[in-house]
């Protein structure tokens, strides 16, 4: 694309050279990825500052440099306000406004959004759409699955990707957008269709500055809404049940449904029966009542299904389909995942890595544990640290033996986490086990017949991040070996 005609989206930039002429390869944020012809994006980071690497990128052949000071480079330099805001104007006019030729949905809240996102991707297949989805463990088009680095990528990795499904004909994608996302604009000139909420609490202190503006920045999703190009109609999902539902609907200028257990709302689960194997609820809606049997288990499976539903149910898909497709699913990688290796006992890996999300989950085990309840837990480090002696709390309070351990460390000292999540105990046993295959070990040694295992924290991960160094870790595998070892 010629660079004059992708600067028409912006519209206020100073220029230190002319752009004529200038024909523009792709859109690039990392020096380290510069090919000829490329446009340069510089981003100030949190780590080191994109602005220190317009040389490298000059070098390798960019063709101009979009930057927020002018630069001392010999290639055209368009100098903005603020880079990555430019970012995603640019890659959206770059990749042609592939959300607008998409039906888009936007999952938002602390807990819940990859299942609420696999679920709605369950729906629509069921629906016989082509889909497309983004989320924390990958990224799908149809059925093809990519990496991700983040739960919601960078603007130009969106753009980019929207217009590959673009290419593969998809119909209908779901995402999940992170407070991270919201709050540095990766997803400005998203298209959204549906915005839904699932619930909010605490998580992510370390970013945002106290829960009012970790609550503001979701709510971004909701006031952003139809804030686009597409007219077609848009609708906010909001979980009536959530403490902060008012918020969430007072953001947006668009149609609403409620959907919840407890409180009148649009969108219902009644007749509710928790089982340990599986759930049954009466799905009332304003289009007609359906009676779902799902294998998922627990009160917050029945929030994600009602969530998927909602979205589906406003997105204009059958209620016969909806039943269908929640009948089916067999669940979320590393979401209440069962491991059955031969065992006696219950194992399960569960992504819980919140006071509220292992509150939920513990509380799910409890109501049908027939005998002892495991812990193992942990929390991640360069994270909000504020969560740490809330988890290990939850853990005391719920769990018969409880073996705090390591999550992600990263860059921290694993036994200062542990100190801090020690410090929300007063009085109650547990064990610590700094060694995250150690810990899970203990637990399946000390576990007995008709016991449950919970190992909580990573969920689907298959790393593990100590020191800064990554290596292979796979709560479900080690359990398994776990296991085999035992019997
Ligand atoms: C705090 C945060 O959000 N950081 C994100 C940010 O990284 P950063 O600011 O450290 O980037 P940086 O390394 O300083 O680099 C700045 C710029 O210089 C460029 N650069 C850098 C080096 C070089 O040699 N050349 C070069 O050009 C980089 O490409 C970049 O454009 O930009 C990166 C690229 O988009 C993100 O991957 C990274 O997410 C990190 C991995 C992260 O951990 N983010 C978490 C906090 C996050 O966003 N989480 C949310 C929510 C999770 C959930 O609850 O589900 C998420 O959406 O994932
Ligand atoms: N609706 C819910 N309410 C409370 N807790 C939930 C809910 N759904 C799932 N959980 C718990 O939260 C964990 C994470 O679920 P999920 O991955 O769907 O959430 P997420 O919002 O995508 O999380 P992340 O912010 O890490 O991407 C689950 O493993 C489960 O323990
Ligand atoms: N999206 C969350 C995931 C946390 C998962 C947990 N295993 C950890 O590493 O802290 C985060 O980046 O804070
Ligand atoms: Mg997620």
Sequence with gaps: MKLTTLMETLHIYQLTNSMEDITINK??????????????????????????????????????????????????????????????????HFYHYPTQHMHLVGV??????????????TIFQQDKKKTGLIG???????????????TTPDSLFLQKHFAQMVDSQVENAVMEVSSHALDLGRVHGCDYDVAVFTNISQDHLDFHKDMDDYVRAKSLLFSQLGNTYKQTPKYAVVNRDDAYY?????????????????????????????????TTFTLSTPVGSVEINSPLI???????????????????????????????????????????????????VDYAHTPDSLENV???????????????????????????????KVAVQYADNVILTSDNPRSEDPVSILQDMEAGIEGQAYQVVVNRRDAIELAITQASEDDVVLIAGKGHETYQEVHGERSHFDDREVARECIASKM
Excluded at 57 to 84: C, F, T
Excluded at 136 to 150: C, G, L, P, R, Y
Excluded at 384 to 392: E, F, N, Y
């Design 246 to 278: 008012q918020t969430f609907i007072k953001s947006t200028a668009q149609e609403v449904i409620t959907y919840g257990i407890e409180h009148e709302c649009d969108i219902r689960a009644e007749q509710l029966q928790l089982g340990a194997k599986g």
């Design 298 to 348: 627990g009160k917050f499976s029945v929030y994600n299904i009602l969530a998927a539903a909602s979205a589906a149910i406003v997105s204009n898909v059958s209620l016969d389909t909806i039943k269908k497709a929640m009948e089916q699913t067999s669940g979320v990688s590393g979401r209440f995942e069962p491991v059955l290796a031969g065992q006696d006992f219950g194992v399960i």
């Design 108 to 121: 938002t809240g602390t807990n819940g959004k990859t299942t609420t996102s696999y679920l709605l991707e």
């Design 362 to 392: 513990l509380q799910t085990i409890k109501q049908f544990a027939n005998n002892k309840i495991h812990v193992v837990v942990g929390c991640g480090g360069d994270r909000d640290t504020t969560k740490r002696p809330l988890m290990a």
């Design 27 to 92: 859109l690039e944020m990392d020096s380290r990825n510069i090919e000829r012809g490329d446009l340069f994006i510089c981003i100030p980071g949190y780590t080191v500052d994109g602005h220190d690497f317009a040389h490298m990128a000059e070098e390798k052949g960019a063709a101009a440099i979009i930057a927020e000071r002018p630069l001392p480079v010999s290639i055209p330099v368009i100098v903005v306000n603020d880079s990555q805001r430019a970012m995603a104007k640019l890659a959206n």
């Design 136 to 150: 924390t463990i990958q990224m799908k088009i149809n059925n093809e699955a990519f990496e991700v680095n983040n």
